[in-house]
């Protein structure tokens, strides 16, 4: 029985609760269309000079103020285009979504304060809890009545604090047969494109063996498998054969990608 290919998980951001511990019942979740290519973790300690100090001390006479920072970058994609269930006519529809999390609420501690909402963004055994400080919206490919169909949104994420991950026991992982690097297409990227940037010139059998209709057009976070259209030449040399009563003798030419020559006597 073959192996049941595994479905793509897909990275999440769920609002979380005025203490930033659990997930808010009843909270906003929104699933990304297509998961980041990156993800860009930076680590921040506020480190001054004690004034009066030894300055020969070198970092020794430095100390510590505050508390460390931690941010997450990150860019996301949504095209209507490439929407399975539920099509809309505008890509804001979609982003709105992402919106909510810079829009402030009232504290639960002072309601005369606001803050935008706590928020985890999670993707596979990465989770990173924080509050949204800054969010950049790229719209583009208009329909002709004018609404945007695809867009990008720029994340920063930050936490009061130096993330510390626990990874868990180490384990090693045995390589499964048959599983090969996928290449992630970037936006604007065409098969042809991708193809040539790889060294590979067949970009018409690797379109065709990853099933792409259109090769010209790649959605965003489209995963591409560049080796496919050798392994399938491969494969298709291998159950070559010849029928019953064939063997050698006579002569052939043949003219399928270059000639062939050999020879062949059907008794």
């Known amino acids: 029985m073959a192996e049941q290919e595994k479905a793509l998980e897909k990275a999440l951001l769920i609002e979380l609760d005025q203490q930033f511990k659990d997930e ?90 606001l803050a935008p909402p706590g928020v985890r963004f999670v993707w596979g055994s990465f989770k990173f809890d924080g509050m949204v400080d800054g969010m950049e919206e790229s719209l583009e490919f208009f329909s002709p009545e004018g609404k945007p169909l695809r867009a990008s949104v720029s994340l920063t994420l930050s936490q009061q604090k130096i993330l510390e991950v626990d990874l868990g026991t180490s384990a090693n992982i045995a390589a499964q047969k048959g599983h090969t690097p996928l290449k992630v297409a970037k936006q604007g990227q065409s098969v042809q494109s991708m193809a040539g940037k790889n060294g590979k010139s067949d970009w018409q059998s690797i379109a065709s063996a990853n099933g792409i209709e259109d090769p010209l057009r790649l959605a965003p976070g489209q995963l591409i498998d560049l080796n496919a259209a050798a392994s399938t030449a491969a494969a298709a040399a291998g159950n070559v054969s010849l029928g019953a009563g064939a063997s050698a003798g006579g002569s052939l030419n043949a003219a399928l990608g270059g000639a062939a020559s050999g020879s062949l006597s059907i008794g």
């Open 24 to 113: 808010k019942s009843g909270g906003h979740k929104v699933k990304v269309q297509f998961n980041p290519e990156s993800l860009k973790v930076s680590f921040a300690n506020q480190i001054v000079q004690p004034q009066g100090g030894d300055q020969s001390a070198g970092n020794a006479g430095r100390q510590f103020v505050g508390t460390g920072t931690t941010k997450l970058a990150l860019q996301l994609w949504f095209d209507v285009n490439a929407m399975e269930e539920n099509p809309v006519d505008d890509v804001r529809r979609l982003t709105q979504d992402v919106i909510y999390f810079m829009q402030p609420q009232k504290s639960d501690a002072d309601a005369t304060k």
